[in-house]
């Protein structure tokens, strides 16, 4: 049995981070039996959620976890599509992952009211007078990200047009298709259902989220994601 090592059920989403339920539904495409837990941050092998536990193996990052599946359980998430294809899956993966991600992580972090609604509420186990001086410090440690990463430089009408260009560009590929390379779910689904609905997330007030609402496909998608792998939260 692998175990999942995520943050846990948060935010009306399956998890806070979109990269562990990217890799759990991963593990539901593939079809295979785990159990998620609520992962300590300071034993994660790479200092980041999600890890998993594969009988005694332990992989971190989960596009390492998407290999490790395809290479120990001859699964192929891809299987069918074209090189070309593959490419282009892969491409709108990584816009999600290494670009709109850091867009979501601003909103959630760095806005007051959305980081009150959210990311707050990780610290509520920290003890008293403890708790204000480490979210203090780890909002730091996300502003130093945000900037070395280089979108936290950007004004907010600067970033909320990168947000559109790749949001449109993503709902004009979709078109009118199932999933993002027509009949799937592919491996890129895990990562774009993961995405979109972190994007769309009511909680949290954003350009992101306005400009995702406009594209009623990308919401359609999200709904049938959750009806597919999460119909327990679809109804919570
Ligand atoms: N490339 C990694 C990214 C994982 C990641 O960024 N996880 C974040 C949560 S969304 C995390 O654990 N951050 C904790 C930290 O940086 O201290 C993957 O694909 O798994």
Not at 102 to 119: M, T
Not at 171 to 199: E, H, Q
Not at 203 to 226: C, P
Request: aromatic share 10%.
């Amino acid at each position: 049995m692998i175990t999942l090592h995520g943050f846990g059920r948060a935010f009306g989403l399956p998890d806070p981070s979109p990269f562990v339920v990217k890799t759990e539904v991963l593990l539901k495409l593939a079809g295979l039996d785990y159990r998620r837990v609520e992962g300590n941050l300071g034993k994660a092998p790479k200092g980041k959620l999600p890890f998993i536990d594969d009988g005694g193996t332990i992989v971190a990052d989960s596009t390492l976890i998407r290999f490790h599946l395809e290479k120990t359980r001859g699964i192929d998430f891809d299987k069918g599509l074209t090189a070309e294809q593959k490419g282009v899956a892969w491409a709108f993966e990584k816009m999600l992952e290494d670009h709109v991600y850091w867009i979501v992580v601003h909103d959630r972090w760095i806005d007051s009211a959305n980081f009150d609604r959210g990311p707050r509420t990780f610290f509520d186990k920290v003890p008293m007078p403890l708790r204000p001086i480490v979210v203090a410090m780890v909002k730091r440690q996300v502003k130093g990200n945000l900037r070395a990463q280089g979108l936290g430089r950007h004004s907010p009408d600067e970033r909320a047009q990168l947000a559109a260009r790749a949001i449109d560009g993503l709902a004009a590929f979709l078109g009118d298709k199932p999933w993002l390379m027509g009949d799937g779910p592919f491996g890129a689904d895990a990562t774009m259902f993961a995405f979109v609905s972190s994007c769309l997330c009511p909680l949290f007030e954003s350009a992101v989220r306005t400009r995702m609402e406009q594209h009623k496909n990308l919401i359609a998608y999200r709904d049938r994601g959750m009806k597919l792998w999460y119909a327990d939260l679809e109804t919570a």
